[in-house]
């Protein structure tokens, strides 16, 4: 079972930037599909953005095409989530997942990190 654990969360300013990474043990994530997701306060929880286990293919949410990116590192097994333009309505906490059945994230990822807060400021 593999353990994903996010990181780079924090409190930022609207307009700033973060990058937040997801580093993976007890397995390889090479196989996995990964995936970022999202929950703000009262709201349900949502797709943020994904990549395919080569890398090759991403997609993301409308409402963070072309501020977010995500990228992945299989040599050290890790996954990022590079946030730029950062508005208040991004404020959630961004969970990590993955699944090593998909070669893209298609349906819910099975396995998943605890999250880490990203909270901007007006």
């Known amino acids: 079972q593999v353990v994903l654990v996010e990181s780079g969360g924090g409190l930022v300013q609207a307009g700033d930037s973060l990058q937040l990474s997801c580093a993976a043990t007890?397995?390889?994530?090479?196989?996995?599909?990964m995936a970022w997701f999202r929950q703000a306060p009262g709201k349900e929880r949502e797709f943020v953005a994904s990549i395919s286990r080569g890398g090759g293919i991403s997609s993301y949410a409308p409402s963070v095409e072309g501020r977010f990116t995500i990228s992945r590192d299989n040599f050290k097994n890790s996954v990022y989530l590079q946030m730029n333009s950062l508005k208040p309505e991004d404020t959630a906490v961004y969970y990590c997942?993955?699944?090593?059945?998909?070669?893209?994230?298609?349906?819910?990822?099975?396995?998943w990190g605890q999250g880490t807060q990203v909270t901007v400021s007006s």
């Open positions: 007890g397995r390889t994530i090479s196989s996995y599909a």
């Open positions: 997942a993955g699944d090593p059945a998909l070669a893209v994230i298609s349906t819910t990822p099975r396995d």
